[in-house]
């Protein structure tokens, strides 16, 4: 889970982006403990949010430390592919889904085939029936696809009548302007970073995980139906290079303060 911009980070918050951010997701307990002492977040309270994570599922105790189990690993799972953000060759067809039986549905069930739907990164073209470019890999995001199967018909090669405004549909100008805005974030900071000035972790933190989340958001369309600057490549090239130097400049803090 990544935290929310200008939400108090709470160590329940800072532990699963941490360790959504780590490969394989696991860390000793006192990396941890003083990973969360970067936002002031005190021992007690970061063993009382590790206990709640194990709880609920999305953690478990491990060799000295804690890793992530359960659907924590999908997200990161996910988190992963939209860095990658692998795509397929576009004929000009859809992948469409009709939502039947949605009378019976109760308002949890309804919520949930929505977040399935958007986790494949299809968006509402009208009531009932989404869809998106079909340039994506079919098999993508297991867990997700099986949700929506159980509410929907699925079929790939159709043409949505009337056509779609894509850009409007999938926020293409909003996602650039966001993107645009996270990456002179990245770039005030990444000098500090790269120095090694350990004075902008927190600030940084915050930063890298607002990527992550929007990288998330990017509707991987075809390059065709994109704007001439569409900085999705930018926006990850960018990011690559500013976690490398966020996680050096970790290192450093982790050495300093042990």
């Known amino acids: 889970m990544s935290p929310t911009r200008n939400t108090p980070l709470t160590a329940r918050s800072v532990l699963a982006s941490v360790l959504l951010g780590t490969d394989p997701p696991w860390l000793p307990t006192p990396l941890l403990v003083r990973t969360t002492a970067l936002f002031g977040i005190s021992e007690g309270s970061t063993r009382t949010a590790l206990s709640r994570l194990v709880a609920a599922?999305?953690?478990?105790?491990?060799?000295?430390?804690?890793?992530?189990?359960?659907?924590?690993?999908?997200?990161?799972?996910?988190?992963?592919?939209?860095?990658?953000?692998?795509?397929?060759?576009?004929?000009?067809?859809?992948?469409?889904?009709?939502?039947?039986?949605?009378?019976?549905?109760?308002?949890?069930?309804?919520?949930?085939?929505r977040d399935a739907l958007r986790v494949l990164r299809l968006v509402e073209l009208r009531e009932g029936v989404w869809g998106r470019p079909d340039n994506l890999d079919p098999a993508r995001s297991s867990d997700a696809a099986a949700a929506a199967a159980r509410w929907c018909i699925r079929w790939r090669g159709a043409r949505p009548d009337p056509a779609p405004s894509v850009a409007a549909l999938f926020g293409v100008a909003d996602w650039s302007a966001a993107a645009g805005a996270l990456r002179e974030e990245m770039s005030a900071l990444l000098d500090r970073l790269e120095r090694r000035d350990t004075g902008a972790l927190a600030d940084g933190f915050v930063t890298s995980a607002a990527v992550l989340r929007h990288l998330q958001a990017d509707p991987l369309l075809p390059d065709g139906l994109l704007p001439r600057h569409w900085p999705g490549t930018a926006l990850r090239t960018e990011y690559d290079r500013y976690d490398e130097a966020y996680r050096a400049t970790l290192v450093t803090w982790f050495r300093g303060s042990g």
Do not use: F, K, M, N
């Open 57 to 113: 599922g999305d953690a478990e105790a491990h060799d000295g430390g804690y890793r992530l189990v359960g659907r924590l690993v999908t997200r990161q799972e996910r988190q992963v592919a939209s860095r990658r953000a692998e795509t397929r060759a576009w004929d000009g067809t859809w992948e469409l889904a009709t939502v039947e039986g949605d009378a019976r549905r109760a308002a949890a069930d309804r919520a949930a085939l």
